[in-house]
């Protein structure tokens, strides 16, 4: 993909966020996509591709009465949206659609209309992992992360420290769920989960959803909002099964998706001005700024102890107040990237100051997958 040649135009979230009763899973798609399409102005009919996870196309397209000539069905976890966007971006430099939705929504706390997720009996997962009790993400994102706290000496204040900083952001945005400062007492004195992970350090259950339109940036100078340019992208899978990671010391598909998108943006690390990394549970920024490249994995947990991540520092990172503070309704990747692009904007609650270069990074899956895509203001 050549850089700077698509734009977003359109991106916007559900309506309403946290628990919503009213409104089936579906409804919630819809209810994001036209918050979309009229944040670019357009008409539904305007939009000739489309992509979305979870949900089918055929369903979300046939309930909006969308007619494209694109699709996109990739679901891979809360990184799918990630990697929409990559593809939607070939697809529109490639000349097979013009003007791409991207949706997702989950009624992940109210339960109304969702698809069902479960782990098959017969799958890699229910034969080999869940036998042995390691089931859902609570138990199984333990695996790698207590093999990295003692391969790079992270420690359980450390780790606590992540949502701690996750709050402070959160404080500052009125859509967040929650905006009350805690300490690092507070997240260590939170109830046990699966060990090493206390309440406070796993994500919300919410419903909600959002929205993405791109199209090319030639096109993108007459729209309403000011463009957002994809200078780069990148995406990997490793493995369904989080017990046979080919380390548990980092994640292969962060470690592919994250170069491969820097390389094609043409940026260093130093160029990095706002970092969203997808923080299900609060291990993930650190695996994330281990496997960016950003620091050594044994500097993760004191950087951000430090407060090198926090509002007014040099790194600001998940300044939505992420998955553990903003919302999470399972799928986290889209909140991720509507705070990307409200920060090359210029409109997010905690704005980041000249900020140019965003950086947005997700996962899918317990490490199963990863996307990566690059963004800036300035084509």
């Known amino acids: 993909m050549r850089r ?14 946290g628990v919503i009763p009213n409104a089936s899973q579906l409804q ?38 969308i007619k494209p000539t694109w699709v996109d069905g990739t679901s891979v976890g809360g990184c799918s949206f990630m990697l929409h966007v990559r593809h939607a971006a070939a697809a529109i430099e490639a000349g097979l659609c013009k003007t791409v939705l991207i949706t997702h929504a989950e009624s992940g706390k109210s339960m109304i209309g969702k698809q069902p997720r479960f782990t098959a009996a017969d799958s890699l997962n229910g034969q080999f992992e869940a036998p042995y009790g390691v089931y859902g993400p609570p138990s199984m994102f333990p695996i790698p992360v ?12 450390q780790l606590a420290s992540v949502a701690v900083v996750q709050r402070e952001w959160a404080a500052k945005n009125p859509r967040a ?37 791109l199209t090319s940036a030639d096109r993108a100078k007459d729209f309403p909002r000011k463009p957002v340019y994809i200078m780069g992208t990148g995406e990997s899978v490793e493995t369904p099964m989080v017990s046979q990671m080919e380390t548990f010391n980092s994640s292969r598909a962060f470690k592919t998706a994250g170069p491969l998108a820097f390389k094609e943006a043409g940026i260093s690390h130093g160029d990095v001005d706002h970092l969203m990394i997808y923080d299900a549970f609060a291990h993930l920024p650190l695996f994330g700024l281990g496997d960016l490249g950003f620091m050594p994995y044994e500097e993760t947990g004191r950087f951000i102890a430090d407060g090198n991540t926090r509002p007014g520092a040099k790194l600001p990172l998940n300044t939505n107040g992420g998955g553990l503070s903003y919302m999470h309704s399972g799928m986290y990747g889209m909140y991720a990237l ?42």
């Open 4 to 17: 700077n040649q698509v734009a977003v135009v359109g991106a916007a979230e559900t309506t309403e966020l």
């Open 28 to 65: 919630l798609h819809a209810d994001a996509a036209l918050n979309a399409i009229a944040d670019a102005g357009l008409k539904l009919s305007d939009i000739d591709g489309f992509a979305t996870a979870v949900e089918t196309p055929q369903q979300v397209c046939h309930y909006l009465g």
């Open 146 to 157: 207590l093999r990295f706290m003692k391969t790079y000496g992270i420690t359980h204040e």
């Open 177 to 213: 769920m929650m905006k009350d400062p805690i300490t690092v007492t507070d997240v260590l004195n939170s109830r046990m989960i699966a060990y090493p992970f206390r309440l406070l350090q796993c994500c919300l259950v919410t419903d909600g959803g959002g929205a993405l339109i």
């Open 338 to 379: 509507q705070e990307s692009v409200r920060q090359m904007r210029g409109i997010a609650p905690a704005q980041v100051p000249n900020a140019k270069i965003s950086v947005c990074h997700g996962v899918g899956g317990m490490f199963a997958a990863s996307g990566t895509i690059v963004f800036t203001n300035e084509r």
